[in-house]
Each structure stands twice: as structure tokens, then as C-alpha cells.
């Protein structure tokens, strides 16, 4: 069974997630729960480098999160994504799409 753990850590204008592990239909709920309670009241900066997998669920997520920042005046940052992760959004046509940073000095 795959497994996703995550750290939550805070900024001074944003909270930072780093999940490890695979986004998917098994994983997403807790994964989901969190990051679109925070886009409601923060920026929300998403450390994908420990991220090994990703199915339309987890784009799913990213992409619910990306319009619910946009409805609360919130920003979702993606930071890092690893390969996989950027195949995924590449394959989808969504990389033009989040806001993609190297480290979490480059949120606004």
C-alpha cells in the first residue's frame, strides 16, 4: 500500500507542506483536508521533492487548491517538484498554470 506522510512548518506569510511519499487515491484526504483549510486564510508553499508519485487525484488537489487561493486572495506556491511530479503536470498542461519556486524566499 503506498503511503504519504507530511511536515507542516510556518512562515511569516505563508505555512509550508512537505508530503513524502505518493499522492494518490489511497493517500490525498489528509493531504487534501490540510492544504485547503490553510489556502482559505494563507499563502500555502507545497515542497514536492520528497513526492515519488502522483495521480490525477493529487493534481486534482493541487488544482482545487490553486482555484480556492485564487476565490480567498491567497496564493499556492509549488516548491521543488521532483521529476515525477513535474511529468504529471506537464502531461496535463498545468505547469504554466501553479506558480513554481526553488526555495520559499520567492513568496510574495
Known sequence: MDSLS???????????????GVINSY????????????????NVVIDLAAV???DSSG???LMGAFNDGEDFGHALYLMRPSG??????DATGFTDTFHIIHSVTEVL
Open 6 to 20: 507530511m511536515t507542516e512548518k510556518r512562515g511569516a506569510n505563508y505555512v509550508l507542506y512537505e508530503p513524502a
Open 27 to 42: 493517500t490525498f484526504a489528509d493531504f487534501r483536508a490540510k492544504v485547503y483549510d490553510s489556502i482559505k486564510s494563507e
Open 52 to 54: 515519488t508519485g502522483i
Open 59 to 61: 493534481i486534482g488537489v
Open 84 to 89: 515525477i511530479v513535474y511529468q504529471a503536470l
